[in-house]
């Protein structure tokens, strides 16, 4: 792995060999968040706009030079990443925008964007040659290492909030993970999983702990950039937890802008559940994020609920480096989302997901975008993943089905009610 220079910690700027250490930086315990910093020089002469142009791999692995795996490294077969990004003319008409995309991560293996970090974190245990991997997740996270673990029969233990959704919840099972409900919220989860893996010496994949997940999650730029003919877009759209997919997206960027194959740094949108807004109070008041107590963390987009977000450097980076803005929406607004994106692009995101949209039309209201923007919206996780949420938000906006006795008359008398 010639390709990586060193592992900078974000809070000393110490460096240190990707041998050195395995997380974190030592001198500041778990918040000692590395970045792992790469020969841009050493890279160019492996991957080019070109040879992906020549490239018939579409998933994450036909960035793997820029990734922090070995070359010959082997990697899952489930198929990761190269997602759709969907043109979206009735939505961008409707905010009165001309240029909006959706990226659709919903589509990945295990349904949402933690496909991309999870890959990774398995090719890296298996390099390790790890017996068992651990996460604590609020579900997606936890769902995409089970299913990829699975691919590969790979052990691991999973620790979510024991009110995760039942869907992820399922997944986890059907994959055959353990699974640790806990009793407590996801931070809870989280700080018990650290344990565990100090105590047992497992594999740990969690959230701005592990500096490879970022690695994994700033493919979703590098398809997106590619996706439009290496045209950055203005301005992404991005739901925020704690933070690691918008630092990593930041990440993808700085990278391409490093080889020189985008000439212009997009403007980062993270967006907030109202209940959970850590990042966005921290960016409007000005607030110092190594000593910012946490917030509550409650939100129906369970996938952004995070009362101390782990990654807050990155995700707080992400923004103030790239004249973005932190959003904040309400869990209502969040939900409306949900029909209005379905409806008016045909993708049918879980609350977290939608919270993106739900964003960029708050940010049209609040003129943090031009007409002429390029904008990508990023939809995480599909719908499906929450039905409980999805049943709420086509109430919210008054859709109901009809309820018709199984023959033709009464379907009639249904469909005069409904002229
Ligand atoms: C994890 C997740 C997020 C937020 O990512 P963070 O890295 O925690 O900020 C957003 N949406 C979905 C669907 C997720 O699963
Ligand atoms: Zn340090």
Request: charged content about 25%; some cysteine.
């Amino acid at each position: 792995m010639d390709h990586i220079k060193h592992l900078k910690c974000l809070i000393c700027g110490k460096e240190y060999g990707p041998d050195e250490i395995e997380y974190v930086c030592p001198d500041h315990g778990k918040e000692g968040i590395v970045d792992v910093r790469y020969d841009y020089d050493l890279i160019k002469t492996r991957i080019s706009p070109e040879s992906l142009a020549q490239n018939e791999d579409y998933s994450i692995w036909r960035y793997k030079p820029l990734l922090p795996i070995a070359a010959d490294a082997e990697v899952p077969p489930l198929s990761i990443g190269w997602t759709p990004l969907y043109e979206a003319p009735r939505l961008a008409e409707g905010l009165g925008l001309k240029h909006v995309w959706v990226k659709d991560d919903g589509r990945l293996p295990t349904a949402s964007f933690k496909d991309r970090a999870s890959a990774i974190a398995v090719v890296k245990a298996q390099e390790k040659n790890a017996d068992i991997i651990t996460t604590a997740s609020t579900g997606n996270a936890a769902a995409a290492l089970s299913g990829i673990c699975a691919s590969v029969e790979q052990p691991n233990v999973i620790f979510v909030p024991e009110a995760a959704p039942p869907a992820k919840i399922a997944q986890l099972l059907v994959f055959g993970s353990t699974v640790m409900l806990v009793k407590g919220t996801y931070d809870d989860a989280f700080e018990l999983c650290l344990e565990a893996a100090d105590e047992y010496g497992w594999y740990n994949r969690n959230t701005a702990y592990n500096p490879y997940m970022t690695e994994g999650k700033k493919t979703a730029v590098y398809e997106i950039c590619e996706q439009l003919n290496w045209n950055a877009p203005d301005v992404v759209f991005v739901s925020v937890g704690d933070g690691c997919i918008i630092g990593g997206l930041h990440k993808g960027l700085k990278d391409l802008i490093a080889l020189g194959w985008i000439d212009k740094m997009p403007r980062i949108m993270g967006v907030q559940a109202a209940g959970s807004a850590y990042m966005y109070e921290a960016w409007h008041d000005g607030e110092d994020i190594l000593t910012k107590a946490p917030v509550s963390g409650v939100t129906v987009a369970d996938s952004i609920s995070a009362g101390l977000p782990r990654d807050r450097i990155k995700a707080l980076a992400a923004v103030t480096e790239t004249d973005g803005a932190y959003i904040r929406v309400s869990d209502d607004e969040i939900l409306e989302a949900i029909p209005t994106l379905a409806r008016g692009a045909g993708v049918f995101a879980e609350p977290a997901g939608a919270a993106a949209y739900a964003g960029l039309v708050k940010a049209v209201k609040l003129e943090l975008v031009n007409a002429d923007d390029r904008i990508v919206v990023l939809n995480t996780g599909n719908g499906l993943k929450d039905i409980a949420s999805a049943m709420k938000s086509v109430e919210m906006v008054g859709t109901t089905p009809n309820r018709v006795e199984p023959n033709l008359d009464d379907l009639k008398r249904v469909i005069q009610e409904i002229k």
